[in-house]
C-alpha cells in the first residue's frame, strides 16, 4: 500500500540542495506570484493567484513546499486535484490510496503524483476537478490594451448579429451531444461525436483540423479546431471554445449542460459568424480530455505558444444552460485569474453595452477548472463566463445530466452565447491603438517606431502627455528635445472611417544623450556619466576597486525587499566597422542564493532585452566580469543595463560595480559635424563607408530641407535626388530646419588634391585639422575670392581682405579662380572632431534677413569710410527696403567686405536679394543713433558694378550721405490674387511700363512678358510652388513672390 507524503512548510537552515525539487510557493496577491516569473531558478509550471507550482534548481527557503525531487525524471504525472463541500475528501483518498501520492492537501484543493503507465489516468474528485501539470515553464500574458473604458454605442453590426442567436439550434445540437449517452474522451462514441463537429463546422465552410494529442490512458477523441481567416489581420486571433468530453461516475455520460451546452454555444457562434468576414481571424475550438486535466486545451494552447500565435483573447463556453428553479435572474460568475483581467473587463463591458440585464459577477472557482486554464498558463488570457457557480447543475458527472433537469433553460444559453458572441465579433473588428512602440534615444533626438495599422488618417504623437506631431507613417523622429532630459512618449491613431481617436499606446519613457565615443571607461570617480539610474541606484563610497568609487542598486545599506530597479546606460554605436567589442567591469556583491538577482542585459531598441549573465549569491572579493559583444557589432543602437529585482523577503548588501569598459578593435574614423539651422556649407574628409546621400542624411530626418551642390540637389520633400553619391572632392550647401549633429563614419580620404574650373566652385575641407588660407591660397595669383557659406568671412587676397583666415573641416567654401587651378590640401599630424559654429548673428540696427546659400561680396575700402565712425554700421537693402547685409565699422584702417544676401527660393516670402536688384546703403551713426540714405560710387573695373548678382563681385569707392532727403519708391508694383489658383492681374502703380519675368524656383525663367501700367497673366499652366515675380521698368526694379495654388 502507498503511503500518503503530506509534506509540510520547511526551514531554509534544515534542508539540503537538490538538483531540482517541485516546490509549491504560497503567495498573498498575483503581484507576488508575478514576481516569481523573473526568477531563473524557478521554472513556473502552473499558477494561481494564491500559490504557484514550480521546478526549483537551486536552495529552498522557508514557507515553500517542497512537493518532490527531481519530479520530471522518473516519469510521474502530477495533478492539480479540486474538491468541494459536496465532496468526501477520505472517500477520494481511499479510491486513490493504492495509486497515488497526495503531496499536499491545501483543503479544497489537493496535489496528487501518480505513475500513469503502470496505473492509468487518474480520476477527478469531482466535475471539472483535475488538472495536469505538465513539464512546460509558464508564460503569463502580456497586456493587450482592450478599450475597456466601459460601455460605448452599440454597434449595429453587432446587434444584428445577436438577433441571429437560435435557442432551438442550440438546444438541438445538446440533444444530439447528449444522445451518444457518453463522450467519454476514452470511449467510441466520442470520437463519433468529434466527427459529427468536424462535419458541422466544414459545412459552415470553414478550415478544419482535428488535432491529436497524448493522453495517459490511451487512444482517445481529438480536438476540432475550425478558423475563419480575417481579411486585414490574418495573423491576430481571437479564440472560443469548450470541451465535448464528458464523464460520468456511474452509468450513462450524458453531459448536457457539461459540455453539450458550451459546445452547442460555440458551433451557433460558428455558424452565425461563418457568414460574415472580420478583420482578424476567428478560432472555434471543441476540445476533448477536459474531465481528465484539461489535456486537449493544454495541448493546443502549448502549440500555439510554440508556434509564436498572437492570440488577443480567449472566450471559454462551459456549462451555460442550468440555472436554479425559482431563480429568474440569470447570471454568469465570471472566472478568471488576476494576469487575463483586461480581458475580464473587455467582456465586462461588451455585455453591459449590448446584454444591459446580464449580471456579471467575479467569482473564483475554488473548486474546479476549465479550459481558459491551458489558455492563461501559455502567455494569453483566458476568462471562464460560468452558470451561477453557487448554484450549478447538481447534475452533472451523472447520468441525469440531461436535457430537461440539467440543461433546463434554453434561455439563458441564448444569454450566455450572445455574451460570448457579442465579445468575439468585437474583438475581431477592434480598432486597436497602435501597438509595440519603441523609443531610441539619439542626439537632441528621439526616434519613435510602432507597428503599423490599417485604415487610418494619421497617428497622433503625445510627449510629456502634449499633443506634439502628426505621422503618417508608423514612425517619428522627436528634433525638439534636449539631451539629458527624460521624456514620456505615447501614440493614438485617427480612425479613417469615424474620424475617432484611439486609446493611447503603450507609455515609453526616453532621455536623449549625445553618442557615446568608443572605446568607453567609467571609473565614477566623477560620477556617472551617461548612467541612468532608477530608485535607490547610485554611486557609493562604501567600497571600490578604484580608486574611491563604485555604483550600486542600494548605496546607503541593505537592499529593499520586492523591488525591480534599473541602471541603464545610453546608447552607444557598433555599426562602426568594428572587427570586436566587448564589455568588462569589476564586481563584488551579496545577493540572497536564488532568490534575489542582479541581470546583466543588453537590447538593440530599448524595450526587448536578452541577458548577458545572472548574478546571485556571494562573492566576497573583487572579480573583473567580461562579455564579448561580437554578435551586435552591426547594430547602431546598443543598450546595456543591469536589472536588479528582490523579493518578499530576506535582504543583503547588493552588489557594487566599479571600472566599466567597453572597448573596440577596428572601425572606421568618425567626423562629427555640428549643422547650425538654415543654410550652412558642409563637407567632409572622410571618404564614407555608405556613400548614397540619402542613406548618409538619413539621421536628419525631417530636418533637413534640401542639399546642393554646384549643379545637382537632394531635395527629399520633393523626391528629387539628382546627387546620388557623396563625393569627398565635392561642397554642398545644406538647409536644416533646426540644429542637428551628423556622423560619417569611413576613412580618411587619400587623395587630398582639387581640381578647379574657371569662375565660381564649391570646395570642401580634405583635411581633419584647420587649414590656413593664407598658405592653401597665398601662392596662387588665380584665386581671386574665398567665403563662406551664408556667412560673412571673407578671403580676397587683391583687396587685402582676409576675415576668413581658415578653413574649418566640415564646412564647405565658395571659392572664385581666375583660371583653372589645382590646390593640395595639408595632411594633419593628430586627428581631431570638428564641430561647426553657429552662424554669426549680426547685432544691427535693422531687422536682417537670415543668411542664406547665395550671396554678392561688396569690398568697402578704408578710404571709402573715412567720413564715418567706429561704432557706426553701413546696411544694404533691397528696393523693398529689406535689410539684406550689413557692416559694423570696427576700425577705419583696414579695407572690409559687405557680404549681401540673396532671395530663399524655398520659402513663400521676399526674404534677400534677387537678381539684377539694385543696391541701397544706408548710414547708422552709432554716436547720434540716427539713419541716413548714402549714395554710393563703385569701382568700374569689378564685374558686377551696382545691382544685385548670386555669387557677385562688386566694390565701393566712395560713400558719402545723401542730403536730399529722396528716397526709392515703394511698392511700385502689385499682384492679386496672392496666392492664386488661376489668373494672375499684375499693376504698375505709376502708370509706367516693364518687363516681367517670372522665375521657378530653381531660377529658370518660365514667362517673360511687356506689362503696360496692367495686365491679366493666365498662370493655370504653372505646377504648383512658389514663384518670383520680377519687374524691371526704366527707373526702378522690384521683385515680389507669388504662390500658385
Not at 222 to 235: E, M, S
Request: proline share 5%; with cysteine; aromatic share 12%.
Amino acid at each position: 500500500m502507498k503511503r500518503y507524503i503530506l509534506l509540510m512548510l520547511v526551514s531554509l537552515f534544515a534542508i539540503q540542495m537538490f538538483a531540482s525539487e517541485l516546490v509549491l510557493i504560497p503567495t498573498k496577491s498575483y503581484e507576488d506570484s508575478k514576481n516569481l516569473f523573473s526568477n531563473p531558478a524557478l521554472t513556473i509550471n502552473f499558477y494561481r493567484d494564491e500559490f504557484v507550482i514550480a521546478t526549483l534548481n537551486g536552495l529552498p527557503k522557508h514557507d515553500i513546499v517542497i512537493l518532490d525531487s527531481n519530479p520530471w525524471e522518473s516519469g510521474m504525472s502530477y495533478y492539480v486535484v479540486y474538491l468541494d463541500n459536496n465532496t468526501d475528501k477520505l472517500d477520494y483518498y481511499n479510491a486513490i490510496n493504492s495509486v497515488a501520492d497526495v503531496l499536499w492537501d491545501g483543503g479544497n484543493i489537493l496535489i496528487i503524483r501518480i505513475d500513469e503507465v503502470a496505473y492509468g489516468q487518474l480520476p477527478p474528485a469531482k466535475n471539472d476537478g483535475l488538472v495536469r501539470i505538465f513539464n512546460n515553464r509558464v508564460v503569463l500574458p502580456r497586456k493587450m490594451f482592450y478599450n475597456t473604458s466601459g460601455r460605448f454605442d452599440p454597434d449595429p453590426f453587432i446587434v444584428s448579429l445577436l438577433n441571429q442567436v437560435t435557442g432551438t439550434n442550440i438546444t438541438a445540437t445538446v440533444q444530439h451531444l447528449e444522445d451518444y449517452t457518453t463522450r467519454n474522451c476514452y470511449k467510441p462514441q466520442s470520437i463519433e461525436a468529434q466527427n459529427w463537429l468536424k462535419e458541422q463546422y466544414e459545412n459552415l465552410g470553414l478550415s478544419v483540423e482535428i488535432m491529436d494529442f497524448p493522453m495517459p490512458g490511451g487512444a482517445a477523441s481529438d480536438n476540432v479546431i475550425a478558423t475563419k481567416l480575417g481579411t486585414k489581420y490574418p495573423d491576430e486571433f481571437v479564440v472560443l471554445g469548450g470541451h465535448y468530453d464528458s464523464i460520468s461516475f456511474s452509468g450513462a455520460e450524458p453531459g448536457a449542460d457539461d459540455n453539450a451546452s458550451g459546445s452547442a454555444g460555440v458551433l451557433e457562434i460558428a455558424r452565425i459568424l461563418s457568414e460574415y468576414e472580420f478583420d482578424r481571424s476567428i478560432i472555434f475550438c471543441a476540445f476533448s480530455g477536459e474531465e481528465y486535466g484539461l489535456y486537449g486545451s493544454a495541448a493546443y494552447a502549448s502549440r500555439c505558444a510554440q508556434q509564436g500565435m498572437d492570440i488577443l483573447g480567449y472566450f471559454n463556453m462551459d456549462m451555460v444552460g442550468y440555472l436554479k428553479p425559482g431563480n429568474t435572474t440569470i447570471m454568469t460568475s465570471l472566472i478568471y485569474p488576476q494576469s487575463a483581467l483586461e480581458l475580464a473587463n473587455f467582456y465586462t463591458s461588451v455585455t453591459a453595452t449590448y446584454l444591459p440585464d446580464f449580471v456579471v459577477i467575479p467569482a473564483t472557482f475554488s473548486g474546479g477548472d476549465s479550459d481558459h486554464t491551458s489558455f492563461n498558463q501559455n502567455g494569453y488570457m483566458g476568462i471562464f463566463p460560468f452558470e451561477d457557480v453557487d448554484n450549478m447543475s447538481p447534475y452533472i458527472h451523472t447520468s441525469n445530466d440531461l436535457v430537461g433537469p440539467s440543461y433546463n433553460n434554453e434561455n439563458q444559453a441564448v444569454v450566455f452565447t450572445k455574451a460570448i458572441l457579442a465579445s468575439v465579433a468585437t474583438m475581431a473588428n477592434m480598432k486597436f491603438p497602435p501597438r509595440n512602440l519603441v523609443g531610441i534615444p539619439g542626439d537632441n533626438k528621439v526616434e519613435l517606431i510602432w507597428d503599423e495599422l490599417l485604415e487610418i488618417d494619421e497617428y497622433r504623437v503625445y510627449r510629456d502627455g502634449s499633443y506634439i506631431a502628426s505621422s503618417l507613417t508608423n514612425g517619428y523622429i522627436d528634433l525638439t528635445v534636449e539631451n539629458g532630459t527624460l521624456y514620456q512618449y505615447y501614440v493614438t491613431a485617427i480612425y479613417s472611417d469615424t474620424g475617432e481617436e484611439s486609446i493611447p499606446s503603450n507609455v515609453v519613457n526616453v532621455t536623449p544623450m549625445p553618442p557615446i565615443g568608443l572605446p568607453l571607461i567609467i571609473d565614477f570617480e566623477n560620477g556617472a556619466p551617461y548612467w541612468e539610474f532608477e530608485g535607490s541606484w547610485g554611486i557609493t563610497s562604501t567600497t571600490s576597486y578604484s580608486p574611491s568609487h563604485s555604483i550600486t542598486e542600494s548605496p546607503s545599506g541593505n537592499y529593499a525587499n520586492n523591488i525591480e530597479i534599473i541602471a541603464k546606460l545610453s546608447p552607444f554605436n557598433l555599426n562602426l566597422g568594428y572587427t570586436s567589442a566587448s564589455l568588462s567591469f569589476w564586481t563584488k556583491y551579496n545577493i540572497e542564493q536564488n532568490w534575489d538577482y542582479m541581470y546583466l542585459e543588453i537590447s538593440t531598441n530599448g524595450t526587448n532585452w536578452t541577458s548577458l549573465a545572472t548574478f546571485t549569491g556571494v562573492q566576497n572579493t573583487w572579480i573583473e566580469k567580461s562579455y564579448s559583444l561580437n554578435n551586435y557589432l552591426n547594430k547602431s543602437n546598443v543598450f546595456i543595463r543591469f536589472r536588479f529585482k528582490s523579493d518578499i523577503m530576506v535582504n543583503k548588501d547588493g552588489m557594487y560595480i566599479d571600472d566599466f569598459k567597453i572597448d573596440v578593435t577596428g572601425g572606421y574614423t568618425t567626423q562629427l559635424m555640428q549643422i547650425p539651422q538654415g543654410w550652412s556649407g558642409i563637407s567632409s574628409y572622410l571618404s564614407p563607408a555608405q556613400t548614397q546621400v540619402n542613406d548618409l542624411l538619413e539621421p536628419l530626418g525631417s530636418n533637413l530641407i534640401i542639399l546642393q551642390d554646384m549643379t545637382n540637389v537632394y531635395w527629399p520633400e520633393q523626391n528629387i535626388n539628382t546627387i546620388g553619391n557623396w563625393n569627398t572632392h565635392n561642397g554642398y550647401k545644406i538647409k536644416l530646419s533646426n540644429n542637428a549633429t551628423l556622423q560619417f563614419l569611413g576613412s580618411l580620404e587619400e587623395n587630398k588634391t582639387l581640381s578647379l574650373p574657371q569662375g565660381w566652385s564649391l570646395i570642401p575641407v580634405i583635411s581633419d585639422c584647420q587649414v590656413s588660407c593664407e598658405e592653401l591660397f597665398g601662392s596662387y595669383n588665380q584665386v581671386f575670392l574665398v567665403k563662406d557659406v551664408a556667412a560673412t568671412d571673407v578671403f580676397w587676397p587683391a583687396q587685402n581682405i582676409q576675415t576668413l583666415e581658415k578653413l574649418i573641416p566640415g564646412k564647405a567654401y565658395y571659392i572664385y579662380n581666375s583660371s583653372p587651378l589645382t590646390i593640395t590640401f595639408p595632411s594633419c599630424s593628430k586627428t581631431q572632431s570638428i564641430t561647426l559654429e553657429n552662424q554669426k548673428v549680426i547685432k544691427t540696427q535693422w531687422e536682417m534677413v537670415a543668411p542664406t546659400g547665395n550671396s554678392h561680396v561688396i569690398s568697402v575700402p578704408a578710404s571709402a569710410i573715412q567720413d564715418f565712425a567706429v561704432g557706426d554700421q553701413i546696411g544694404v537693402f533691397t528696393p523693398a527696403d529689406l535689410c539684406a547685409g550689413c557692416l559694423q565699422i570696427d576700425d577705419l584702417t583696414t579695407n572690409k567686405a559687405l557680404v549681401v544676401f540673396a532671395n530663399d527660393s524655398l520659402t513663400s516670402a521676399i526674404d534677400g536679394f534677387v537678381n539684377n536688384e539694385p543696391f541701397k546703403f544706408k548710414l547708422f551713426k552709432n554716436s547720434s543713433g540716427k539713419e541716413y540714405n548714402l549714395i554710393a560710387t563703385f569701382d568700374n573695373s569689378l564685374p558686377d558694378y551696382n545691382v544685385f548678382v548670386d555669387e557677385g563681385i562688386s566694390g565701393l569707392t566712395k560713400l558719402i550721405i545723401d542730403n536730399t532727403g529722396i528716397d526709392m519708391p515703394k511698392n511700385i508694383t502689385g499682384v492679386y490674387p496672392n496666392p492664386s489658383k488661376g489668373n494672375v492681374v499684375v499693376k504698375i502703380k505709376n502708370g509706367s511700363n516693364a518687363i516681367l519675368r517670372i522665375l521657378n524656383l530653381s531660377g529658370q525663367c518660365v514667362l517673360m512678358q511687356n506689362i503696360d501700367k496692367e495686365a491679366v497673366i493666365n498662370a493655370s499652366s504653372l505646377t504648383k510652388g512658389v514663384y518670383t515675380f520680377q519687374f524691371k521698368g526704366i527707373d526702378f526694379n522690384e521683385t515680389q513672390k507669388v504662390v500658385i495654388q
